[in-house]
């Protein structure tokens, strides 16, 4: 990417708006957004409340201090890096010598990571994913009674679904069937107290993002996002019944699954004689490789279908962060299963050569037009906005109806040129926004969350907000709070004004769900942090005894 600059892979520009956003209200003093200025050609969207913070702070802190053109790069470095980091840390637990290093660079550069970086530009999940090996090195020490470790998994649970919401159901999922397999070694269902506590206690800390998502998702359009070609159905490996583009990378990444599932099978049998030297972990390793591969088959539709939430990771191949793991611990344990030191640094340098060939094709296969790039950050900086999201559009609404996108040439005059209010007025004639004519208009504040001005007009008239409707927004006419009608196909804010005078202000409101989220967060983090403090000082007592 120094060289070439940034693979534009499908979600690229989702998330380098997000970024933009974000680091530009933090400008107006909006420390946590929720509602995505920029959106819909600048009529705006909740995207904030439903993607989780921790890719687009991450994001929109880089931005603040290098060039956005610089920051995927550096986003996808640090990331890489501290997985490879936290695998180091899992691995160096269980494995001698340089055999955790191998693991960490594995994990780090492995094939389906490639995938994701330059194929998907998926940050949030990548980032989740990196968090994986310290969900499990944690899970282990509490499946076998470590108390002490319950606050750092919830945390590391908590990181999870604060990053990536597919990823977190994964984590979920995985983390129940590592609890499950400890207790089948074990032959005790010790593990499941502590490790019941971590998970309700990782809920707790990401309750501030998780409540508000949950109850406000009857608002959006939230279904969108598993209609059609995104449903788990039409996404398993090697699939046919697809729209073409869908099928084309589908194969792509299928090639890769099934480079890794050979790969991570033969290094597990080889590191099974071995066994009871990594006690339970070759089991619950064995097991979460196993249930990775056999979700992404199409035999699974039926788990697909009755699991909760399990339907809203659209893509079973998602599973293959968790078999990454696998493959690369198991790679790097079996070097020292092999007859010959020799053979195992061999064996391993095969297997990185297989890496490089597969990085130098995804590589040469990836978007580096970088035009998409420079076009977003010119509608930003001018104030145009960008496309919005179908499953965060409110109920109702049709973003493909909002004027703006520089695409449509149906549409005239685009919103830009409306003025910097962003106030205009409904044509009945045409539908079409113009700008208002006859209304002189004073802006007191406008701001992602609030739009307060006067507007002053010798006749009736409706004025047209650049603004769509969610049930968030408090409308203020002259002091009233009133209910705004709005256009029946974009569900866009209008204000129908008598002649004289007034006042608007329009506010985003802090509605219960946010407020009961923070508290549970806030009380969720006193209690771990009291928890952790007493078995820290009884620890502390008993050695002084």
Partial sequence: MFFLG??????????????????????????????????????????????????????????????????PGAFIWLVLVAAGMWMWRLAREWLPGPQPIVAAVLYA?????????????????????????????????????????????????????????????????????????ACATQRSFRPVLPGAAAIAGGFGLAAFYILPAAWEERWVQITQVISDSLRPAENFLFTHSNE??????????????????????????????KRRELQGLWWMLVALGVASVVLMLSSSAWLWRVLPELRFMQFPWRWLDVLSLVFAFFVAAAMSRAPKERGSWVVIGVVFLGI?????????????????????????DSGRG???????????????????????????????????????????????????????????????????FTADTAVSVTLALR???????????????????????????????????????????RTWDRTAGDAISAFTAIALFAFWWALRRKATEAGGA
């Fill in 6 to 71: 940034n693979a534009t892979g499908h979600d690229f520009l989702f998330h380098l708006a997000s970024w933009m956003d974000v680091a530009g209200q933090w400008h107006e003093g909006i420390v946590y957004p929720r509602w995505a200025e920029w959106a819909n050609w600048g009529f705006g969207e909740p995207r904030f409340v439903f993607y989780p913070p921790a890719s687009w702070t991450i994001g929109a802190a880089l931005g603040s201090v290098l060039p956005w053109k610089m920051v």
């Fill in 109 to 181: 550069v492995n094939p389906y990571f490639l995938v994701t970086v330059y194929y998907r530009s998926d940050f949030a999940e990548l980032l989740a994913a990196a968090l994986l090996p310290l969900l499990l090195w944690d899970a282990l020490r509490v499946a076998r009674g470590e108390w002490r470790r319950v606050p750092l998994l919830a945390m590391v649970f908590a990181g999870i679904w604060l990053s990536n919401a597919p990823a977190a159901v994964i984590a979920t999922y995985s983390l129940a069937l590592i609890l499950a397999v």
């Fill in 244 to 273: 073409p583009d869908f099928v084309a990378f589908n194969w792509k990444v299928s090639w890769v699954a099934l480079g890794l599932i050979i790969v991570t099978a033969i290094a597990a049998a080889i590191v099974a004689r």
């Fill in 356 to 380: 490089g060939a597969t990085a130098a094709a995804i590589i040469r296969d990836a978007d580096w037009s970088g035009g998409d790039f420079v076009t977003l950050v010119s509608a930003v």
């Fill in 386 to 452: 960008y496309q919005g999201t179908y499953e965060y559009a409110p109920v109702g609404c049709d973003p493909d109806q909002f004027p703006g996108n520089p695409d449509d040439t149906e549409r005239v005059p685009d919103v830009s040129s409306v003025p910097a209010p962003r106030v205009a007025k409904l044509d009945p004639d045409s539908g079409d926004i113009v700008p208002a004519a006859g209304v002189r208009v004073h802006v007191e504040q406008w701001t992602a969350e609030r739009k307060a």
């Fill in 467 to 509: 603004l769509v409707d969610y049930p968030d927004w408090n409308v203020r006419l002259d002091r009233q709070e009133i209910r705004a009608e709005l256009r029946p196909d974009s569900k866009q804010i209008l204000l129908p004004l008598p002649a004289g005078a007034h006042r608007v202000d329009v506010r985003f409101g």
